[in-house]
């Protein structure tokens, strides 16, 4: 069901208050920000499962069960390195706060302060 035109105006007028007040977070979660898996991370991913597969086979052939859960668990890690992220997480906006509790962003109070209306029954 798409959104009408003012529900998207809304959506858009709270990603911008939301690029404004915590770009730290926007940069965290946005799609760019999202780092893919590596050609390499894949590629070893790959032969690493296939290595798994061929033991589990072996396994299978030898009639050997921990051979076979020996192959399973290789396979797994592979899977896994294949899906690892590329690169560390940047380190943008530290500023050495020191675990200081943050203060609520006015983006977040204006969002309360709404629901606490739509709450009581009167309109934002």
Not at 23 to 28: E, H
Not at 45 to 56: C, K, N, R
Not at 76 to 94: F, N
């Amino acid at each position: 069901m798409p959104l009408s035109e003012h529900e998207q105006q809304l959506l858009a007028q709270l990603e911008k208050q939301l690029h404004a007040d915590d770009p730290r977070f926007v940069t965290s979660m946005g799609s760019r920000a999202v780092r893919g898996a590596s050609t390499r991370n894949i590629v070893l991913g790959i032969v690493i499962a296939v290595v798994g597969l061929l033991v589990l086979l072996g396994g299978v052939v030898l009639k050997s069960v921990l051979l076979g859960v020996l192959g399973f668990v290789v396979m797994g890690a592979g899977v896994y390195v294949a899906t690892l992220r590329s690169g560390k997480p940047r380190a943008e906006g530290a500023s050495g706060k020191g675990g200081s509790p943050r203060r609520s962003s006015p983006f977040l109070q204006n969002l309360e302060q709404r629901w606490d209306q739509r709450n009581s029954g009167g309109q934002p």
